[in-house]
Nanobody
Framework: QVQLVESGGGLVQPGGSLRLSCAASGAMIRINDMGWYRQAPGKQRELVAG???????NYADPVKGRFTISRDNARNTVYLQMNSLKPEDTAVYYC??????????????WGQGTQVTVSS
């Protein structure tokens, strides 16, 4: 069974940094696009950043220049380096990956979410 497990969330002061990690495990044939989403209280879940298997990236406008997404295909892991954090970055951050698992059709998988709180 394929799972995505996130880590690295927490409480940080404005201007600080955090690094999120998300590791995929299970019997997989291939991982294609990976990404990070976030959902703040009372708001819809939104895309933060995405990365293709080949390393092409895209970012939501509010995080451009502050966040960096990367991946390690050998470790089936995607990262989100978050710098210059602002209170409005406070949200639950979710990892998403398009995975072709053994014995299954390719589909999207979600992690359980990790809380990021930016506050003084």
């Amino acid at each position: 069974q394929v799972q995505l497990v996130e880590s690295g969330g927490g409480l940080v002061q404005p201007g600080g940094s955090l690094r999120l990690s998300c590791a995929a495990s299970g019997a997989m044939i291939r991982i294609n696009d990976m990404g990070w989403y976030r959902q703040a209280p009372g708001k819809q879940r939104e895309l933060v950043a995405g990365i293709t298997r080949g390393g092409s990236t895209n970012y939501a406008d509010p995080v451009k220049g502050r966040f960096t997404i990367s991946r390690d295909n050998a470790r089936n892991t995607v990262y989100l380096q978050m710098n210059s954090l602002k209170p409005e970055d406070t949200a639950v951050y979710y990892c998403n990956a398009a995975i072709w698992a053994v014995g299954s059709s390719p589909r999207n998988y979600w992690g359980q979410g990790t809380q990021v709180t930016v506050s003084s």
